[in-house]
C-alpha cells in the first residue's frame, strides 16, 4: 500500500520547523499584548460573501485562490483566504461597533489554492493585527511601530525595509483613477487580457500585474501623490512624523496601492531580499470602509498581516528546543519513587521526562539523545537517605541533592 502523503501546498510542522513557528506566533502575541491588543479567534470558514464583499470579485484571490464548497445545507461556505474580513464580520456580529476603538491581534491558518513555492503554500499561517475605530494618522504609525518591534524582537529587522505610500482619501482616488484610465487607455491593446478587464473594473489593480506585457505601462503610469487633495496630504505627512518620532525607518514607494474602494490613505509594506521573489513578509494599510461592507457602521481601521512561513525563514537561528531533566530509577523500588519526582519537577515549572524501560545504562544513553541538561538518579541507597544523584550531562559532575530540594537546585 502506497504511503499517504500531505496534500500539495500543505506540510507537517515538526521539530525544528514547529519551534519556528510558535517562536514567531508567541513574540507577536507578546509584543502585540504590550501595545494594548487582545486576541481574538473566529471561525476556519465563513459565509462567501465575507470574502467576496471584501477582497472584491475582480481579485485573483476571489476568482481562482478561494477553497470555496456548498454545504449540505445548499449555503456556500469558504475556508477564510485572509483575517481582516472575519474580524470585521465579527466586530458587527458581537455588536462591537459601539465600543470603539478595538485592537485586535489574530493568528491561524489561511487556505488559498495557488502555485506552491517557497514560503508560500495552499495552507498557510498568519499573524494579523487590526485597530479598529481610529481616524487618525497616529493609529497608523502605531500599528506600523507594532509591527516593526515585532521584527526586531525576531532578529530579522536587518532584512527588511518598510516601504510607505498614501491612497489619499476618496476626492484623491477618484482623481487619480481618472489619470490612470486616461494612462492605460491609450495603450488598452497592448495590456494583457487581465489588464484590459481591470481597466474596465478596477484600473488600480492593473498596478499589480505581473505580466511582462504590462510592465513598461505601469513604470510610465502616474502616481498619486499627483492627485493628492490638502487634507489627504497632511494626514500622510502626520503619519510620517510619527513613525519618525517611533524610530522606524521607511522608505516612500508610490506604487504601492491596494484597489478596492474602502482603502484610502496609508499603505505598507515590509519587503527582504532574503526570500527570492516572494519579498513581502508584513503588509497593510488603513480600510476605513470594510467595516460597512460588512452591515456595520462607517468605521475608521488600520491593520496588517504578516506570513508565518516567511518569518520563519527569516530567523538567523531556530529556536533550542526546551533542555529536560531526566529522571532515572535504577531498580524495582525506585520505580514508584521516581513518578513523585517527576510530577514535582513538573508542578515546580521544570521539563522532566523518564524513559519506559532500560537498564541505567540505557536510560542514560536515552537521556542524552532527547538532550537532557541533567539526569536524576535514584537506587534504594539513595532512597534509604532521602536523596538522589544529579548529573550534569553537560560537565559529567554529579552532586547529591535532597529530594525536596531537587526543584530549587533545577529550576
Not at 509584543?31 to 471561525?43: N, R
Not at 493609529?139 to 518591534?149: K, N, R, S
Not at 505610500?165 to 494612462?183: F, I, Q
Not at 502626520?238 to 514607494?253: A, S
Amino acid at each position: 500500500m502506497t504511503p499517504l502523503q500531505p496534500v500539495r501546498g500543505t506540510r507537517d510542522l515538526i521539530g525544528e520547523d514547529q519551534r519556528r513557528h510558535t517562536h514567531v506566533v508567541e513574540t507577536a502575541r507578546r509584543i502585540a499584548g504590550l501595545y494594548g491588543f487582545d486576541e481574538w479567534s473566529t471561525p476556519i470558514f465563513e459565509d462567501t460573501a465575507v470574502f467576496a464583499r471584501s477582497l472584491g470579485d475582480t481579485s485573483d484571490v476571489v476568482t481562482k485562490e478561494m477553497y470555496t464548497f456548498t454545504d449540505r445545507s445548499g449555503e456556500s461556505v469558504t475556508l477564510r483566504p485572509e483575517a481582516t474580513a472575519g474580524v470585521c464580520r465579527a466586530l458587527v456580529s458581537n455588536g462591537l461597533t459601539q465600543t470603539l476603538p478595538q485592537k485586535v491581534f489574530y493568528t491561524g491558518p489561511m487556505f488559498r489554492y495557488e502555485r506552491p513555492q517557497k514560503g508560500r503554500y495552499r495552507q498557510f499561517h498568519q499573524i494579523d493585527v487590526e485597530l479598529i475605530g481610529s481616524a487618525e494618522p497616529l493609529a497608523d504609525a502605531e500599528v506600523i511601530a507594532l509591527g516593526w518591534d515585532v521584527l526586531k524582537s525576531l532578529g530579522v529587522a536587518g532584512d527588511t525595509v518598510l516601504e510607505l505610500n498614501t491612497l489619499g482619501d476618496r476626492e484623491s482616488r477618484d482623481s487619480y483613477r481618472a489619470a490612470l484610465v486616461a494612462h492605460f487607455g491609450t495603450h488598452r491593446d497592448a495590456l494583457s487580457e487581465d489588464s484590459r478587464t481591470r481597466l474596465e473594473r478596477n484600473p488600480l489593480r492593473i498596478l499589480d500585474s505581473k505580466e511582462s506585457c504590462d510592465a513598461p505601462f505601469i513604470a510610465a503610469s502616474p502616481t498619486i501623490g499627483e492627485h493628492l487633495t490638502p487634507a489627504a496630504r497632511e494626514f500622510y505627512e502626520g503619519v510620517k512624523r510619527h513613525l519618525t518620532r517611533f524610530g522606524v525607518p521607511f522608505r516612500e514607494n508610490p506604487r504601492i496601492v491596494r484597489g478596492l474602494d474602502y482603502y484610502s490613505h496609508t499603505a505598507f509594506e515590509f519587503v527582504t531580499t532574503a526570500l527570492g521573489a516572494q519579498g513581502t513578509v508584513l503588509a497593510g494599510g488603513r480600510y476605513d470602509g470594510l467595516v460597512e461592507e460588512m452591515g456595520g457602521p462607517p468605521t475608521p481601521a488600520i491593520g496588517w498581516a504578516a506570513g508565518v512561513e516567511r518569518l520563519s525563514l527569516l530567523l538567523p537561528a531556530p529556536p533550542a528546543a526546551p533542555a529536560p531533566v531526566a529522571v532515572i530509577p535504577v531498580g524495582a523500588e525506585a520505580e514508584a519513587a521516581a513518578l513523585d519526582v517527576l510530577q514535582a519537577l513538573r508542578h515546580a515549572g521544570i521539563r522532566a521526562e523518564t524513559a519506559y524501560r532500560g537498564n541505567l545504562k540505557r536510560r542514560m544513553e536515552q537521556a542524552n539523545r532527547r538532550g537532557a541538561r541533567a539526569a536524576v538518579i535514584l537506587g534504594e541507597a539513595e532512597l534509604a537517605r532521602g536523596v538522589a544523584q544529579v548529573k550534569d550531562l553537560a560537565t559529567g559532575g554529579q552532586t547529591e541533592v535532597a529530594l525536596a530540594e531537587l526543584p530549587r537546585r533545577l529550576a
